[in-house]
């Protein structure tokens, strides 16, 4: 075993200096950042961002300033560099190719003499690996990504850059406030949290996406839109021209709240069998049905009439088949089809909705 000194260490008067390498000071910096990347919160306020030129675009993007931590990879237990820069860094890009499309790799790179002898000085560049007719370059060794910049044939100036950085995240650091989800950080680590500020609530990342943490008394977005389908057990129905068919869930874990509503217009063909409306998603395959709440509206009976009826949700299915009492003196179930429990007409609804427990 072995126990290192511990760091800033001073001698009294009279004692021998105590020596820090290099490796030592950087041991620190792997120990406060979750992994190697661009110090935050400055990748959400655009930290060494790759863009097009700001002063009139060409054949060269610009480079933000900004901080960011280098793990150095030329060899073992070398630790994190801090690297920093404080004007904007202007990088020429190779001229199009004949033909095609060629994607270059912009890159921060430390240069360190001691750990690898090819190089010759002790620093950090911002550079481009050109792409020369075989694919993006690889990144090297103690290197950063920070973009890639596709160039086609006959491109005169740079349109378009891919933002390839990400936060190296304190650990146990507060979350980055964001206001927006343009706001957010630029490929994400799985289980980096934002503070939405515009929404009231924390955002999760798992796997390059976001999600919402929901909390108590609201916040977050609005219900999500989805186009349901009707289908019929015979012939499927024609909404026709004047239908609309519109509804919106909201999905938590493997809960899933949605609300749909069809409206009959004048082009409207009503096929032959019971109704069944498309999920949002698959449900569980529980061996149980589920079911939710379904409401059918007759615009043409006298003074209009309204039937109370229920979806039902096969084990592992797909849709809600509706059913309603019909014309039975036990107020047992029937099945809703075009022309039970009336014939359908203009103007008439259907609505379903519930909560239902899904597949994944």
Known sequence: MTLKRPLFMQPVAGDPDIPYSGLDSRALLTRLFHQEGIVSPDAVFGALRVSQ????ANMSVDVAPGACVIQGD??????????????????????????????HRVIARVRDKLHNPAWTTYDWTIELLPDTGTGTPAIPPSALALGRVPVSAGQSSITSVLDDRFDA?????????????????????????????????????????????????????DWTPYSPVLTAATTNPTLGAGSALAGSYYKLGRSCDFELQLTVGSGWAGGTGQYSFSLPFPAAASGRAQFVSCKLFDSTAGGSQHWLGIGSIASGGTTASLLVPIGTADGSLRGVSNNQPFTWATSDTINVWGTYRTAS
């Open 53 to 56: 030129r700001g002063a009139g």
């Open 74 to 103: 030329d060899v073992t237990g070398q630790g994190m560099y801090l690297c920093e820069c404080d004007a904007v860094v202007n990088v020429p890009v190779p001229a199009p190719p004949a033909s095609g499309t060629r994607t």
């Open 169 to 221: 995240g304190l650990i146990s650091s507060k979350p980055d406030l964001v206001s927006s989800d343009t706001g957010r950080p630029p490929n994400p680590w799985d289980g980096q949290l934002i503070t939405r500020t515009d929404r009231g609530l924390l955002e999760l990342a798992i796997g390059g996406s976001w999600y919402e943490i929901p909390r108590r008394d609201g916040g977050g977005v």
